[in-house]
């Protein structure tokens, strides 16, 4: 397909599943590099993964899916090597603008309240119902 042809989606939408801390990092990267190119994103954070956005950086308890590292142990890798800190990718995708929503079944699957989310991340409230109902039929959805 010659590259005249090709579209991007209207919109990114990303289910963040997943608890595990690189994974999640990931998600963060592909909503910034996504909203830094002109494209809307939201992350629908639900089960595991809402505990990235647990006050008191609940991100730096999360597990690492490989390599046996903690969370701050990769973070501080990456830092190193010069790739966004979770931090980092965290406030940026919140000056850009991602939406961000957390799943209500989530958290009460995991005993939070919305109480327990960090106050500078501006969260949607709903569930899979809102998220789907933001998503766009012309968009793509990314479930990590």
């Not at 608890?19 to 002109?38: E, I, K, Q, T």
């Amino acid at each position: 397909m010659p590259a005249a042809d090709k579209t991007s989606p209207d919109k990114l939408s990303i289910v963040v599943f997943s608890g595990a801390f690189d994974r999640v990092h990931y998600a963060l990267v592909m909503a910034a590099a996504a909203v830094a190119s002109n494209t809307p994103v939201t992350l629908f954070f639900t089960m595991w993964a809402g505990r990235a956005l647990e006050k008191d950086a609940g991100w730096t308890r999360l597990p690492v899916s490989e390599g046996g590292q903690t969370a701050l142990q990769m973070d501080a890798q990456f830092k190193a090597r010069h790739v966004a800190s979770f931090e980092e990718l965290l406030e940026a995708c919140v000056a850009l603008g991602v939406t961000f929503m957390v799943c209500e079944m989530g958290l009460k699957a995991l005993g939070m309240d919305p109480d327990d989310l960090r106050p500078d991340v501006p969260v949607a409230k709903g569930g899979v119902v809102t998220f789907l109902a933001d998503a766009s039929k012309n968009g793509a959805m990314v479930f990590v």
